[in-house]
């Protein structure tokens, strides 16, 4: 323990050394980019950016509106021809259901009416109402293909339909969404020129963002230092202490295992107590009393006990 104690003195006396004097460079830097932030120059003013800010907010609007009302449009001019075909396809998943149960019926009459036989070791079986077998699956079949085919017809006639709905709102997209969305790119380029007006910036205002550009980096570059000598002398300190800390670990492990042999003492001599006392009930004559053996040794083991506490 002595060890840790000196090498912390160490490590604190090195940080005191070094460690103000990255962290005044650290403040330093920060004064001077606050400074320099403080200080008028040609940014846009309140005005000028709240109105590119409304152009944008309009712009981007338009944008939503003309999409959405297109989209709204074609949804209700089809709005019949969709009921329709929602009719259809409803019709085509009643016909499956059919089919499906023609298709079990099939299968089970045709397993009804194979009968095997063994004979002498030999299996042999034979068809019954192979033609109803036959006509059975036929009939399953050809419902399934014509209602498959129903179904393809029917999405044609829907698609040819909404055909004219559907041109007219490709020819209205071809129309009205470029122009809405190249506006709102244009609100956006005018806000970006108002926030970062490179072209009209004077020698003064490049020499003053370069100045500040460099602020930045010199304020990152001391913050780096100041990490890195907290870091360093951090390291040398877990390193130094490394078999003071081992020797800590294995001490509370020495602890840990003299305090459960107390507590195990603890409970032994509590229970040897216990079992010392012998109870006698009451009878018509005499009331019922305690009787305590073995005291003396009851006494040296609870003493054991405190004996063994004091030295953990």
């Known amino acids: ?50 109105a590119d800010l409304d152009n944008m907010a309009h712009a981007g609007y338009n944008v939503d509106k003309v999409v959405i009302d297109d989209f709204v449009e074609l949804h209700n001019d089809t709005q019949a021809q969709r009921q329709k075909f929602k009719g259809e396809v409803g019709k085509f998943v009643q016909q499956q259901e059919k089919i499906h149960q023609a298709y079990d019926e099939a299968y089970n009459y045709e397993m009804a009416n194979i009968h095997f036989k063994n004979t002498n070791g030999k299996w042999s079986f034979v068809v019954d109402n192979e033609e109803t077998i036959i006509d059975k699956w036929t009939d399953a079949q050809t419902d399934d293909v014509m209602s498959r085919q129903d179904l393809k017809e029917d999405f044609i006639r829907y698609q040819r339909s909404i055909a004219a709905d559907k041109a007219q709102f490709k020819a209205t997209a071809k129309a009205t969404w470029p122009k809405a969305f190249e506006g709102f790119k244009a609100s956006l380029q005018h806000f970006n020129e108002t926030m970062h007006p490179h072209s ?113």
């Open 1 to 50: 323990m002595a060890e840790k104690k000196k090498v912390q003195e160490m490590v604190k006396a090195e940080a005191k050394k070094v460690w103000p004097a990255k962290f005044k460079a650290v403040e330093t830097s920060w004064a001077e980019l606050a400074e320099n932030f403080d200080q008028h120059h040609s940014l846009a003013s309140r005005a000028e950016v709240k």
């Open 200 to 312: 009209m910036m004077s020698a003064q205002d490049k020499a003053f963002d370069m100045k500040v550009r460099q602020q930045i980096v010199n304020q990152m570059n001391e913050r780096q230092e100041f990490k890195f000598e907290v870091t360093k002398d951090l390291k040398a300190y877990l390193e130094n202490t490394n078999g003071a800390r081992d020797q800590l670990r294995a001490e509370s492990t020495q602890w840990k295992a003299a305090n459960q042999r107390v507590n195990d003492m603890y409970a032994a001599a509590w229970n040897y107590q216990i079992a010392q006392v012998k109870y006698t009930p009451a009878t018509a004559t005499q009331a019922g009393h305690f009787d305590l053996s073995n005291n003396a040794e009851i006494t040296n083991r609870w003493e054991a006990v405190d004996n063994a506490a004091k030295a953990n």
